[in-house]
């Protein structure tokens, strides 16, 4: 394959296979000027290479819909990248290790940033003390966020820096408090460093070959001019695309800083590891229900006003009393707005993990998109996971019923809520196809489908995600291992929305297998990484 970082303005594809529902069997294709102008066979090939720029030998890889990540946080994943890395800290010793490693490598960092531990799978079983961090900084502002980044521990100089009251007791952060030491601390990052963040975490898309990030930004989670820097940026590169959305209730501040929607994480609740998640009924292991950001009549209020403006609303809803108060509030706005006019916004639910079958019938009813990350359940379910601890075993099993939503024909749209579970599509799609619990299993087919074209069709977008002549020329070329057909048997298959039900064309993601690696990613016509020495 070639080298070459540029896009000629029309390129044959040869000798791989396409991933396309124009033809299941397809092993070239032709782009040109940034649309999908045909896929076909080898012999039919022919015809088309005298009158084409470049020829792409693929010799035997896989071309398929670049991949949309539909829930990210670009800088913080920048950060994380770039920053202190605690998502493998084996223990509170471990971690404490790594921040005096790390302040000791940044001497001039304005503030130090780490992300990613997670004490639920300490043997320590606490996180580390106000005093452990102060030592192992030697006095210096540290800001470090729990891994589902709803809560955080601090060291006593970042709490200097808060211009308002903090509560100072000798435990994580949550709510309000979070929101101040989290604000504290991203302010003292410059635009360079922030800039630099933005261009890592994109570049590191890329390379894992998605094509869009949908763009989580909000009051409580960035800033605005995070959130403008951010397009800005994007808009100058040729990929990955970002499309933005604003998590404030207020619609035309969202229309003002280019979001597609007021919405992404516009919090109704908080996060199960953080104990912040809005039950109906008390965690397993803590006296109470969780955190309430968000009531019904809000969401309705917000909601009607973001259909008057002609955007998308959404929310960050992940306890069961949260997604009732979400599915409350859109009932209600469509009682006001008309239910029409609810279902074609196709407003959105971040996470929406504890659904009941009401919930899911009620998302079906009012169009929502189910925006969700299966990495969580990869990482926090089964019967010893933090879902279990937090919920006891029975609630636990009842998360993320992927095979129900799209039963009842809930359009689901993947993401990884990065850097809370890392970008990794083909991870996020064994995720999906082998969750802890086996009713909640989808086929391949149908998770790769909400993890390429669901993420376009939740910002209204029915013509991308799939190669088919007119459709952007948004793909990634893969090594893989021998494509696989899943049975038409399969007990989840029949919930499939892949055209390519039953044919050949995905890799075999089963559990010790290696994942596809990413050779080369094309945004509009454009390459925006090819890896080096293809």
């Not at 791989?16 to 092993?27: C, K, L, M």
């Not at 003292?188 to 894992?208: D, F, G, K, M, N």
């Not at 009932?331 to 006001?336: D, H, L, N, S, V």
């Not at 998360?399 to 809520?417: C, I, Q, R, T």
Request: with cysteine; net charge negative.
């Amino acid at each position: 394959m070639s080298d070459r970082t540029d896009q000629p303005q029309t390129v044959l594809l040869r000798r791989g296979e396409v991933h396309s529902p124009a033809d299941p069997f397809a092993t070239a294709m032709v782009v040109e000027r940034g649309q999908v102008a045909w896929v076909g066979s080898e012999g039919a090939a022919d015809a088309f290479a005298d009158g084409v720029d470049e020829i792409v030998d693929l010799d035997g890889a896989l071309v398929t819909p670049a991949f949309t990540d539909a829930h990210v946080h670009t800088t913080s994943t920048g950060l994380a990248l770039t920053g202190l890395d605690l998502s493998g800290a084996a223990s509170l010793d471990a971690a404490l290790a790594l921040v005096r490693d790390f302040a000791a490598a940044r001497p001039d960092d304005r503030v130090l940033l780490g992300h990613g531990w997670d004490a639920s799978r300490w043997s320590d079983g606490r996180p580390p003390t106000r005093a452990e961090l102060d030592a192992a900084t030697g006095g210096r502002p540290l800001y470090l966020s729990r891994i589902d980044v709803h809560s955080a521990v601090v060291t006593s100089a970042l709490l200097d820096l808060v211009p308002c009251a903090v509560p100072r007791e000798d435990a994580p952060l949550t709510s309000d408090a979070h929101h101040a030491v989290r604000a504290a601390a991203f302010a003292a990052v410059t635009p360079a460093q922030r800039a630099e963040a933005q261009r890592t975490a994109l570049a590191h898309a890329a390379s894992l070959g998605i094509g869009t990030v949908h763009e989580c930004g909000g009051p409580k989670i960035s800033s605005e001019d995070d959130f403008t820097g951010l397009l800005g940026l994007a808009a100058g590169l040729p990929g990955p695309r970002v499309v933005g959305y604003w998590a404030e209730e207020d619609a035309d501040k969202a229309r003002e800083l280019g979001a597609l929607g007021a919405a992404g994480d516009l919090f109704v609740d908080g996060a199960l590891g953080s104990h912040t998640a809005c039950l109906h009924e008390p965690y397993a292991d803590a006296g109470h229900t969780g955190a309430a950001y968000l009531d019904a009549a809000a969401v309705a209020a917000h909601v009607a006003s973001c259909i008057e403006a002609g955007l998308q609303a959404g929310f960050h809803a992940i306890g069961d009393a949260a997604v009732s108060a979400v599915v409350e509030g859109v009932r209600a706005a469509a009682e006001k707005v008309g239910p029409a006019r609810v279902r074609a916004a196709r407003h959105r639910v971040e996470h929406a993990e504890m659904l009941t079958s009401e919930h899911v019938a009620a998302f079906a009813e009012l169009g929502l998109i189910a925006s969700v990350q299966p990495a969580f359940d990869a990482l926090w379910g089964g019967e010893d996971g933090m879902y279990a601890r937090r919920l006891g075993t029975e609630r636990a099993r009842t998360l993320n019923p992927y095979a129900a939503l799209l039963k009842a024909g809930v359009p689901l749209a993947f993401g990884s809520d990065s850097p809370v579970t890392p970008l990794d599509p083909w991870g996020t799609v064994r995720a999906a196809a082998f969750h802890h619990t086996p009713e909640h299993r989808v086929s391949v087919r149908a998770a790769f489908t909400a993890h390429t074209r669901g993420g376009w069709r939740a910002i209204g977008r029915d013509d991308a995600g799939v190669l088919v002549p007119g459709a952007p020329a948004d793909y990634a070329v893969w090594r893989t291992d021998e494509l696989v057909v899943q049975a038409p048997d399969d007990r989840v298959a029949r919930w499939s929305t892949d055209p390519r039900s039953g044919t050949p064309g995905l890799p075999d993601l089963s559990p010790g297998r290696d994942l596809p690696v990413c050779l080369r990613t094309v945004v509009g016509g454009r390459t925006v990484f090819v890896r080096p020495g293809e």
